[in-house]
């Protein structure tokens, strides 16, 4: 049968190559594993870097048979330096979108400029709400009702880009920081492909800093 030229042919375009960036664990990094294996996103792990040797997550990377690096950030005599390094990196495997995934380092204008608009984060709090590290414990010790996760653009202000996607989580008078931060992660994970997804389609615009997604 010859194939109607109405035919969508977005689901066989080359998938685009991102980077994912980690510190740790690198359970986030396995949820944009899976999205991809389980054809929930259409995009390829090009390389993924890690600031640290001892990172859990390269393992899982590794295994998976994924492109891994270090860029430990203390061989480099100052942050510009490193992040020369990581851009060269990213640069090197032609990434068109890098996912910070728990990547546990600040990057600075000497990075970003080389990617404009091209670097997410995952954060675990409802942005501008709870910036910064232990945003799960922040939200638990202020007593919040409603806790939840944000995925956003990086700028050079700390958690404070555009936001592409956030999901709420409640927080119950039985929970410890722990099961407060696990109920948070569960979101993470569901959200960051979704969100990937989004800014890889290139449909959206930004409205001043409101991330816009026409229909
Ligand atoms: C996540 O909670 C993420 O929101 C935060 O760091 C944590 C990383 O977890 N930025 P993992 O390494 O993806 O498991």
Redesign the pocket.
Known sequence: MVPSSLEPTASISAPPPIGVL?S??????QAIMTAIDEGRLHARIAVVLSNRADAA?LARATAAGLVVDVVDHRAFPSRADFEEALARRLREARVSLICL??FMRILSPVFLEYFPGQVLN???SLLPAFPGIDAQRQAWAHGVKVAGATVHMVTPDLDAGPIVLQAAVPVLESDTEDSLAARI?VE?HRLYPLAIAIVLEQRWRLDGRRLVVPR
């Not at 740790?24 to 990094?29: F, K, P």
């Open positions: 980690i740790g664990r690198g359970s986030n990094l997550g995934a728990g995952v954060h675990p992660l993470e």
